[in-house]
């Protein structure tokens, strides 16, 4: 089966610009989740969705980070603007439900000038 | 508060030996479920063992065995034999069942260095 699908998988960006990354989930997957990882850190999650609906986004800075799932499948994430404590790496992850294994993708570096 | 602690930042190894990495967790919550993830230098998390609280029995998959002793709430990963390709950063993390959508929650992370 196809693996969880991100991209892209480098962005450099100037602080203040803004930047959208995309995730594709595993096919069937009902639960996605997006979390941030700075480095020298373990994953920290910004954002999960059930479906197309937001089931848990209390750690997302909401007046610059966005995300949706429209149609209950592929996902984005947005930042604007960014902020130089933005640089991290943006891992998308996927599971049949929220009991199961979390799958994760090659994740997007993201590095902020 | 910490959830997850993992208080190895780093280890060699040589192959061929088994590693014991390093999980403590904190929860009060009485359904909760621990993971090990492996990630190499390419980026990808990769989903190595699973423990459920209520599982009797310790966890295993293939060469990772999971030491789980409740009562010091502790979890630690055990890797048999390692190979050079092991070589990589882990992380332990936990899902509190009864009070999440599934979120995990992960630790600092451990890096093994695999030596021939």
């Known amino acids: 089966e196809a693996?969880?699908?991100?991209?892209?998988?480098?962005?450099?960006?100037?602080?203040?610009?803004?930047?959208?990354?995309?995730?594709?989930?595993?096919?069937?997957?009902?639960?996605?989740?997006w979390y941030q990882q700075i480095l020298g850190q373990g994953p920290k999650l910004l954002i999960q969705f059930q479906n197309n609906g937001v089931v848990d986004?209390?750690?997302?800075?909401?007046?610059r980070f966005s995300a949706e799932r429209l149609k209950g499948v592929d996902s984005t994430l947005k930042i604007q603007p960014a902020k130089l404590e933005d640089s991290a790496?943006?891992?998308?992850?996927?599971?049949?439900?929220?009991?199961?294994?979390?799958?994760?993708?090659?994740?997007?570096?993201?590095?902020?000038? | 508060a910490q959830k997850i602690t993992q208080t190895q930042p780093g280890m060699f190894v040589q192959e061929k030996e088994a590693v014991t990495?390093?999980?403590?967790?904190?929860?009060?919550?009485?359904?909760?479920?621990?993971?090990?993830?492996?990630?190499?230098?390419?980026?990808?998390?990769?989903?190595?063992?699973?423990?459920?609280?209520?599982?009797?029995?310790?966890?295993?998959?293939?060469?990772?065995?999971?030491?789980?002793?409740?009562?010091?709430?502790s979890a630690n990963l055990v890797i048999s034999a390692s190979q050079l390709g092991d070589s990589a950063m882990y992380f332990c993390a936990m899902r509190e069942g009864l009070r999440s959508w599934g979120k995990l929650q992960f630790g600092a992370g451990t890096q093994v260095v695999v030596t021939p």
């Open chain 2, 21 to 73: 990495l390093d999980c403590t967790y904190d929860t009060s919550d009485p359904s909760y479920g621990l993971f090990w993830y492996k990630q190499p230098s390419s980026g990808e998390m990769i989903f190595l063992i699973y423990q459920g609280s209520y599982d009797q029995q310790n966890a295993t998959e293939g060469r990772y065995s999971l030491n789980f002793q409740k009562a010091r709430k």
């Open chain 1, 57 to 63: 986004d209390s750690q997302l800075p909401k007046d």
């Open chain 1, 3 to 33: 693996g969880v699908a991100q991209s892209p998988r480098y962005k450099i960006i100037e602080k203040r610009q803004s930047v959208a990354f995309w995730c594709n989930p595993i096919s069937g997957h009902a639960t996605l989740y």
């Open chain 1, 89 to 113: 790496v943006y891992l998308c992850a996927s599971s049949l439900s929220k009991d199961q294994p979390q799958h994760f993708g090659d994740g997007t570096r993201l590095s902020i000038l």
